[in-house]
């Protein structure tokens, strides 16, 4: 074959080679959108469990050590589309995860806080036939990492507080769970698969003795990066950055029962995979979360929570919470 011959037979290779990389990145997209489409996002968390909800605990003091264990129900049936309520009994979620926060006081103004998680969840979709199509998943979620940095300490001489903090979360959780050799899709992972970076504030400010209430308002901020969920897909899955901001009360009695109430803000940017934007996905939530403390000892404490949707302005059509139940034990221990 002459030297002509070959050159053309090489060029052809190399434009089908690229011709195929590019049919399997658009048949990708094609299948994420399909499934965004006919699949409400589940609207609850990015991934797994709901970490930034669980940041409440503040900064504590030099070689003390707190920590929270919480268990969160979360039970998805609304369907929203915008923000109006659409009837549509199909669908429901169902998530239970387990969250162990730990926090230890390095000095007098630098805390240490690791955020464990745990979580199972399943999804069925039922059909107008009867049948029902079963998703479930579970196994450990990203750990958390922050370094939190007291502004204002909080003593018997000031009742006012103020936190930052900074820290990665770490992508150690399952996030290539499959079913039936499907991949699962990336809401239903235990895990992002991301190395993301959170911001934290803390602020608080107690009225005693004139009054027992104290104020609070915490914030927290992720900024997310993507998980290569398809080997055929440059820039991968990208969850949109999500803000998370409580603003509430806490009320102290004399007897062994504290009560509190606050409002939670919480905002998602839309998600993209390989660059392009993924529907149903992102949007505005707002809570309300009564909440009963149970003090059972000096250093011991249960906590009692639920979660109520007030209002949900929410991109497209999204499956979303109805409500959540939480219970948490926290216990101080100083060195």
């Not at 199972?120 to 199509?133: A, D, F, P, T, V």
């Not at 895990?191 to 004139?210: K, L, R, T």
């Not at 403390?293 to 009692?304: G, H, P, Q, V």
Request: hydrophobic share 40%.
């Amino acid at each position: 074959m002459s030297s002509s011959g070959q050159y053309k037979n090489r060029l052809l290779m190399i434009l089908v080679s690229k011709l195929h990389k590019v049919m399997k990145r658009v048949i990708a997209i094609i299948i994420v959108s399909l499934l965004a489409g006919r699949i409400y996002s589940q609207a609850c968390c990015s991934a797994g469990t709901p970490i930034l909800g669980s940041l409440e605990s503040s900064t504590t003091a030099k070689g003390n050590l707190q920590l929270s264990l919480t268990y969160d129900y979360n039970t998805l049936k609304s369907v929203i589309e915008g923000s109006t309520q659409i009837e549509d009994n199909t669908r429901e979620r169902i998530s239970n995860s387990v969250l162990l926060e730990a926090t230890y006081g390095l000095s007098d103004e630098f805390s240490l806080t690791g955020l464990f998680s745990f979580i199972n969840q399943r999804r069925i979709i039922s059909s107008s036939l009867g049948e029902e199509n079963l998703l479930s998943s579970s196994g450990f979620g990203d750990v958390l990492i922050l370094v939190k940095y007291d502004l204002i300490s909080q003593n018997i001489f000031n009742q006012r507080q103020l936190a930052l903090g900074v820290g990665p979360k770490i992508p150690v959780g399952i996030s290539d769970q499959t079913q039936n050799g499907i991949l699962l899709p990336a809401d239903m992972q235990p895990g992002s698969g991301s190395w993301d970076v959170v911001f934290w504030g803390y602020y608080s400010e107690g009225f005693m003795p004139s009054l027992p209430l104290n104020i609070f308002i915490i914030a927290s901020y992720k900024v997310n990066s993507a998980n290569k969920r398809f080997s055929n897909s440059d820039a991968g899955y990208k969850f949109g950055n999500e803000f998370v901001s409580s603003i509430g009360a806490g009320y102290r009695t004399d007897t062994i029962f504290d009560y509190s109430f606050s409002l939670r803000f919480r905002t998602t940017a839309v998600d993209q995979f390989d660059n392009q934007e993924v529907p149903n996905t992102g949007g505005l939530w707002i809570y309300a979360l009564p909440g009963l403390n149970i003090k059972i000892a000096d250093n011991l404490i249960t906590r009692l929570t639920g979660q109520i949707p007030l209002y949900r302005n929410l991109q497209g059509t999204q499956l979303t919470t109805s409500y959540t139940l939480s219970a948490s034990i926290f216990y101080n221990y100083s060195f």
